[in-house]
């Protein structure tokens, strides 16, 4: 007996073998678990070349430190040190600065959407400090990471990997393998997630493009814009301070909705330290501040804040840093 002349058996077994390699060997051969599939379903949607969509997400990489710093979120921390963050002298500074230096765009814009512009600058100095630090990771290695291998997030991440692979390259700040911003793939000097460029980016300055890292006028416009869709209203409040009563009664909300009329929530113990419509929709917030809990009065535009980032502590952020924003500006006026 001769290996050439194996008995039918062995022959057989071979073949089998053969054929499930031929089959297997697409699956085998991605780089990262699931891309067969994605890269199926983003040629399918946008008839992008498969060969090229290999190319991109077999030079991705999977980071640790990614995963890693899905674990430590700012919001996990009490209203007294997540705000000790963001509203430093030197961020409302740079904010007043960055307000006079563009003050022209700024207004235009914020009329034409209808948001004071003070919270497009605010927003831009709480997510990169005015477009100073826009982010060190690979957006494509970011959502690669997110999306393939952290499965407690991966429904979210893998749609948003899925929408930056079919970003029409009108839509990006460069070559897609190259850009670059924070650990959960946000982009730009508003940090706009893919889905958010897609539906929110404003190609402001006419040039053809979407670039939120490089154009100011698109960055601007597309700030307002994301806040004009969710909401907001022109020359609405963002939020007032309440003063609770010895007996007021305890307000736990899911969201910052503004689902009550203000009346209601002072009917519970919640007075105004100002003069407020008591029709107004409203929604209550606890936070924890430095001498024990704070309580506001949150409104709509409050609410479109928080559609940017959830957090209750994000939108009393922006909210305060735009305060105090609109406050130093209006003080370099008078002192001119
Ligand atoms: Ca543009």
Known sequence: MTAIHAPRPARFIAALILLLICVLTP??????????????????????????LNALLDGAKMQ?????????PAEAKPWSEYRAIFLTDQRIDDGVAFYLAHRELLERTG????VAPEYIVAIIGVETSYGRVTGKYKVLDALVTL??????????????????????????????????????????????????????????????RIDLLNSLPDIVA???????????????????????DAG?????????????????IEAWGYGPLQTL????????????????????FTFQ????????????????????????????????DGSR
Do not use: C
């Open 277 to 296: 419509n008591p029709g107004q929709p409203t929604s209550l917030q606890t936070l924890q501040g430095a001498s024990g809990p704070e309580y506001w």
């Open 147 to 208: 999306g393939l291998y952290y499965p407690p997030r991966a429904k979210f991440f893998r749609e948003e990997l899925k929408t930056l692979l079919e970003l029409p390259d009108s839509q990006l700040a460069g070559p897609l393998n190259t850009l670059t911003g924070s650990y959960a793939g946000a982009q730009g000097w508003g940090q706009f997630m893919p889905d958010s460029i897609r539906d929110y980016g404003v190609d402001a300055d006419g040039d053809g």
């Open 222 to 244: 597309s700030v307002a814009n994301y806040f004009a869709k969710h909401g907001w209203e022109r020359g609405g409040l963002v939020a007032a301070r309440a003063q609770p």
């Open 248 to 264: 007021a009664k305890p307000i736990v909300v899911k969201d910052s909705t503004p689902q009550w009329p203000l009346e209601q």
């Open 301 to 332: 535009n409050f609410y479109a804040i928080t559609r940017y980032n959830r957090s209750p502590l994000y939108a009393m952020a922006v909210n305060q840093l735009a305060q105090a924003i609109i406050s130093g500006v209006h003080q370099a």
């Open 64 to 72: 640790q430190s990614i995963l890693d710093a899905m674990g430590r």
């Open 27 to 52: 699956a085998l051969a991605e780089t990262h678990p699931g891309q067969a599939e994605l890269v199926r379903e983003v040629a399918q949607d946008t008839g992008k070349s498969p060969q090229a």
């Open 111 to 114: 009329d034409k959407y209808g």
